[in-house]
């Protein structure tokens, strides 16, 4: 699977962004998808997870302002970004996850979102 994640950029505080995430080479509709964000020097964390069926996770410091989802007919995840924070600025990933007898785990290139105050 290679993903090929979009849709940053920079935006004022308050502001909002699409983050795309498309994947080629396999038919994702069975993955887990999620997007992860990271700035320098902290660890990677998870932003916001959509299982194949559709049950969905976010971390507490964005629930209520990002929306996860995935369009299976266009191989696609998104994630909405509302009311962005300059604390949102990072680097985003997008990653798609499945066991299938092993772990099957993909990553994409990132996209960086700045948020300015």
């Known amino acids: 699977v290679q993903l090929q994640a979009s849709g940053g950029g920079l935006v004022q505080a308050g502001g909002s962004l699409r983050l795309s995430c498309a994947a080629s080479?396999?038919?994702?509709?069975?993955?887990?998808m999620r997007w992860y964000r990271q700035t320098p020097g902290k660890q990677r964390e998870l932003v916001a997870g959509i299982t194949s069926g559709g049950s969905t996770n976010y971390a507490d410091s964005v629930k209520g302002r990002f929306t996860i989802s995935r369009d299976n007919a266009k191989n696609t995840m998104y994630l909405q970004m509302n009311s962005l924070k300059p604390e949102d600025t990072a680097v985003y990933y997008c990653?798609?996850?499945?066991?299938?007898?092993?772990?099957?785990?993909?990553w994409g290139q990132g996209t960086q979102v700045t948020v300015s105050s």
């Open positions: 990653n798609a996850f499945i066991i299938l007898g092993d772990i099957r785990d993909y």
């Open positions: 080479g396999r038919i994702i509709s069975s993955y887990t």
